[in-house]
């Protein structure tokens, strides 16, 4: 399998669950460093994105025990129409 120094691993992630998780170990299988990057960061509390940032990231730590020094989790802000 090809190894690689990077993977970039983009999702809204409200809530993250066992299929995103899934993406993440594949991506910390092929990759040294891994970016998760959280769409709509930067959006108001809705229906269709009722998590902050914050709350996201901490999930995505929580549920994701693969998570360490080679995983980053950042914040990704929406830009309409671009």
């Not at 959006?43 to 929580?62: G, H, V, W």
Request: one cysteine or more; aromatic letters at 10%; hydrophobic letters at 45%.
């Amino acid at each position: 399998m090809k190894r690689y120094d990077l993977a970039v691993y983009i999702g809204r992630f409200q809530p993250f669950h066992l299929g995103h998780l899934h993406v993440l170990e594949q991506a910390k299988k092929i990759a040294d460093r891994t970016i998760v990057l959280v769409g709509s960061s930067f959006r108001p509390r809705t229906l269709k994105n009722p998590f902050n940032f914050d709350e996201r990231k901490a999930m995505i730590k929580e549920a994701a025990a693969v998570v360490d020094s080679r995983v980053t989790v950042c914040p990704l802000r929406d830009f309409i129409y671009r």
